[in-house]
């Protein structure tokens, strides 16, 4: 669970903006494509981790709508509550992902929509590479983030004072490749959210496989690689 004592600096500002971070990013063409090449290759009533939850709009509702049983995670307290409210038909833990254990081969789907920025390169890296062992051979992964090449950048995000880490967009998808998935396909766009100080960003969904094999993780006796 998370320490209250040294709250994680996501939790802080992301229990300062609350919904208002749904509004401002609520036009996302990019984010409903994403959400649309999951659903149309996800098996009936899936398992889908969504990390860095939010307020559950729209990844959550939106899978859970179709009928996939969704676990979010959020480290933001506020946006657990959130998130719990506005899209009862999913479930909601308020955790730190770093910290929560993730068996091996146990989701359909794992979304990361906009929620590494906030974590070094290696634990970025490090989180892929976990996220990608949670997913049952077959499985899928779609990360989105702000493809810039930045490490410990302070910037202002909706006027909370932010630090922010990210790889170029060609250093996005070779973390995925080097965690053993596929990528079948990746969208980039400009986007800007609907708030006064906002400015053009840039953003990149990606969308990954992991292999139907049992051999896409080499080192386990079942094909996984154990740490
Ligand atoms: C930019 S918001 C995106 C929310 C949602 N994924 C979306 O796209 O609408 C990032 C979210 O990730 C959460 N987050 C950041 N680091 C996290 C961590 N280590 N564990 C769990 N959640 C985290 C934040 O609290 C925040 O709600």
Redesign the pocket.
Known sequence: MVDEVRR????V???A?GSR??KA?AS?EA?RGSLRWLTERLPPGARVL??????G???AATLAKEGHRVLG????PV?VETASRQVPGAEFAC????T?PLEDGSFDAV?????????SRT?QAG?VERLARALRPGGLLAP?TVPLDVEDFDGV?MGQPVRVTSFAAQDVVAVVRAAGLTVESQESVMFTPAHPDARPEPHLFVHARRAEGTDAFPGGPDGTRRD
């Open positions: 994680p600096p996501a939790a500002v992301f229990d903006l971070y749904e990013f996302s984010h969504d990390v860095g939850s939010g307020t709009r729209p990844t995670v959020d480290v933001s946006m955790a730190d992902i770093h929560m979304c990361v929509y906009f929620s590494l920025l906030q974590m634990e989180l989105a995000f």
